[in-house]
């Protein structure tokens, strides 16, 4: 099932049965530039086998700028609400799909019942940003005002849903601060956070499968490398049990 948004980005909706079920909302990464295959339809598939219902947000088929990026996101969330068979709603956000996926957590927070972030953009403080995500956010609007907008750390409330982190000690793309300053302003207003950082692995291993290899990689060094990470999906499925 498809829903087509008033730009040429779109949902794609699977829906298990009948039956009202919670709703995986996926994010896939992608610098805010393209939205990641590897980071779509095989995690969907994880959740599709876990019993949710799932959707991928396909955000950069037209690639809004903030704010409008954050308002059609709160649009495919009215969507997926209004869908009878749909109950909670649970965000998973890979790096600059994991900045959306924080966004409308902080923005909307009453609509998201629980956010996982996979080594996500968070900070437009120049030290620890993932400038090109950022750039490619704001266009060529950048002023002090919207930076700080969409730097999410500092937009965290007391109404925030729980909070999964997982990432990387060595991420050399988007640094591993990132998490570490969010999780410090949950911490601050008290929201459930569960945190999970692993020594080795470079950006954007998804799954950390042989499905979701990096092309140029052949896949089972893939798996010798970054296989160990895989157990954070796992950690992810008892995390939302316990929601």
């Known amino acids: 099932m498809r829903f087509d948004l008033p730009s040429k980005n779109y949902l794609q909706v699977h829906l298990q049965d009948s039956k009202l079920r919670d709703m995986i909302l ?10 990641s295959e590897r980071e779509a339809e095989p995690v969907s598939k994880v959740f599709l086998e876990d019993g949710y219902h799932t959707a991928i947000y396909y955000y950069r088929e037209s690639k809004l700028i903030h704010p409008e990026v954050k308002d059609e996101g709160l649009t495919a969330l009215k969507i997926l609400k209004n869908i009878p068979r ?3 709603i649970f965000v998973v956000g890979f790096s600059a799909g994991g900045h959306l996926a924080a966004m409308l957590a902080t923005s909307y927070p009453k ?10 953009v968070i900070s437009s403080d120049p030290a620890i940003a993932h400038q090109g995500s950022i750039n490619n956010l704001l266009g060529s609007y950048i002023t ?3 930076l700080d907008e ?3 750390e500092k937009h965290v409330t007391k109404d925030v849903s729980p909070v999964f982190i997982m ?8 640094p591993i601060e990132n998490s570490l300053v969010f999780i410090e302003a949950l911490k601050k207003h008290d929201i459930l956070v569960e945190s999970h950082f692993y020594p080795k692995g470079r950006h954007g291993v998804s799954l950390a499968t042989k499905e979701v290899a990096f092309q140029d990689m052949d896949p089972n060094d893939f798996v010798h490398q970054f296989g160990y990470i895989s157990e954070w999906i796992d950690h992810v499925k008892t995390f939302l049990k316990r929601l």
């Not at 996926?26 to 939205?35: A, D, K, N, V």
């Not at 609509?111 to 996500?120: D, R």
């Not at 990387?168 to 988007?174: A, F, G, K, L, M």
């Open 144 to 146: 002090r005002k919207r």
């Open 167 to 174: 990432h990387t000690n060595d991420d050399e793309s988007v």
């Open 150 to 152: 969409v730097s999410l």
């Open 111 to 120: 609509m998201i019942q629980g956010t996982i972030l996979a080594y996500p």
């Open 26 to 35: 996926i994010l896939p990464g992608g610098g805010y530039q393209m939205t």
């Open 86 to 88: 749909v109950d909670r």
